[in-house]
């Protein structure tokens, strides 16, 4: 007999598609932020956009909304073996995805040094356009101090990117903890993952249930006999 799904599954199962659409379409963003002519991509008015910049910051924004929503919800999954499952594959496919984006941030302090043209790239630099992000970033910045501080900062922010969900995904598979707020002391910190602790609560409850039962059969026990 088939399973019947309970509402907060179907609510999972609801946003895991979501999440996976979000992705889909990063994926398709991502795609296309290469794409120089709107007519050969998936959106024309993404592909007409000037400065590559603004073409990845969507990329990225889209990305990270679709692998948020995945792994919050991932870590709501009872059965542990598919949570740490769900968990493993997004943390993966977030740390493959930025793997390129922190490259991007260190490769780009050197050139923006001393920019070469687009023959000169090494192959890596040249499939990943430093030359066309450098472009971007003066478009926008110029290219004096207010760049490099840019620079710096999108470079940190590229390290906590791939950082913080290694390490909120270690968390959970390894310890079965998160990073949240907490009932009580400082406000922000580790925490057991919700979903655990609601199990563990719900399993010591039975186990302070079962003596009463006994205690109760047994006297009904006494007064048959």
């Known amino acids: ?100 984006l922190v490259y991007v941030f260190i490769a780009i302090m050197p050139y923006a040094a001393n920019p070469v043209p687009f023959e000169e790239l090494n192959a890596v630099d040249a499939l990943m356009r430093t030359d066309r992000i450098y472009e971007g970033f003066v478009a926008w910045f110029g290219d004096g101090g207010l760049m490099w501080a840019v620079l710096t900062v999108m470079l940190l922010l590229s390290l906590v990117f791939i950082t913080f969900p290694l390490l909120t995904g270690i968390m959970a598979v390894k310890n079965e903890q998160t990073l949240g707020f907490k009932k009580k002391g400082f406000p922000f910190g580790v925490i057991t993952l919700p979903v655990v602790e609601r199990l563990r609560a719900e399993a010591a409850a039975e186990e302070d249930e079962a003596p009463d039962v006994l205690q109760m059969a047994a006297a009904d026990e006494e007064a048959v006999g």
């Open 1 to 100: 007999m088939r399973k019947q799904l309970k509402k907060n599954e179907k609510v999972q199962i609801g946003l895991f598609t979501l999440a996976g659409l979000i992705i889909v379409l990063g994926i398709l963003f991502l795609v296309n932020a290469m794409q120089e002519d709107p007519a050969n991509g998936f959106f024309p008015a993404f592909c007409e956009m000037d400065n590559i910049i603004a073409k990845y910051i969507i990329v990225i924004l889209t990305m990270a909304c679709g692998i948020m929503l995945f792994s919050n919800v991932a870590i709501t999954v009872e059965d542990r073996k598919l949570r740490n499952g769900l968990t493993i594959g997004i943390t993966a496919f977030s740390t493959v995805l930025t793997v390129p």
